[in-house]
T-cell receptor
């Protein structure tokens, strides 16, 4: 199994600022995924991050708002830019579990925007 | 787009009771998954279903992949307090890890 850590675990931010969330995996993976979980809601895929190429964003998410870096096979960052209260969510990264075709999830970053 | 309808939204049960939750979709999926999310944690896979009609157990948990490939249910028998959490169904198409999640069922177990 993969062990995934995220930093920070939670943060409270002011409107208009930006926050960068880090995701670290204990093994090399080609794909990493970023999800948003709004309060009381399900998980929605933001983007898929492959090392060495631009992230692929899902409908409704854009690079200017959620820039992603993927500098190597064990690390990725997601930035939430120019935040508003509507961005208050849990942000989760995940990686594929190739033996089951499912995903391992990180513990999430709980973001509150005031 | 593809959507999963998960029900019930929440359940309040007594310890020892059995629980059933289900998921339906207007789209066909090739894989159905059930995850559990504890407070402050990411979802953890409980059961993965790969074939229509498949019935799979994991301890006190049993899940089935509907014959039409548009639905799945999860049963928990003899619930215990640590079963508390949010249970998500998820559908996946072949050829990638793109996963659609249901809205979740919040389970509360009273000791």
């Amino acid at each position: 199994s993969a062990v995934i850590s995220q930093k920070p675990s939670r943060d409270i931010c002011q409107r208009g600022t930006s926050l960068t969330i880090q995701c670290q995996v204990d093994s090399q993976v080609t794909m990493m995924f970023w999800y948003r979980q709004q309060p009381g809601q399900s998980l929605t895929l933001i983007a898929t991050a492959n090392q060495g190429s631009e992230a692929t964003y899902e409908s409704g998410f854009v690079i200017d708002k959620f820039p992603i870096s993927r500098p190597n096979l064990t690390f990725s960052t997601l930035t939430v830019s120019n935040m508003s209260p509507e961005d208050s969510s849990i942000y989760l990264c995940s990686v594929p579990n190739l033996s089951t075709d499912t995903q391992y999830f990180g513990p999430g970053t709980r973001l509150t925007v005031l | 787009g593809q959507q999963l309808n998960q029900s019930p939204q929440s359940m309040f049960i007594q310890e020892g009771e059995d629980v059933s939750m289900n998921c339906t979709s207007s789209s066909i999926f090739n894989t159905w998954l059930w995850y559990k999310q504890d407070p402050g944690e990411g979802p953890v896979l409980l059961i993965a279903l790969y074939k229509a009609g498949e019935l799979t157990s994991n301890g006190r948990l049993t899940a089935q992949f509907g014959i039409t490939r548009k639905d799945s249910f999860l049963n928990i028998s003899a619930s215990i307090p640590s079963d508390v959490g949010i249970y998500f169904c998820a559908g996946q198409l072949t050829g990638g890890f793109k996963t659609i999640f249901g809205a979740g069922t919040r389970l509360f177990v009273k000791a």
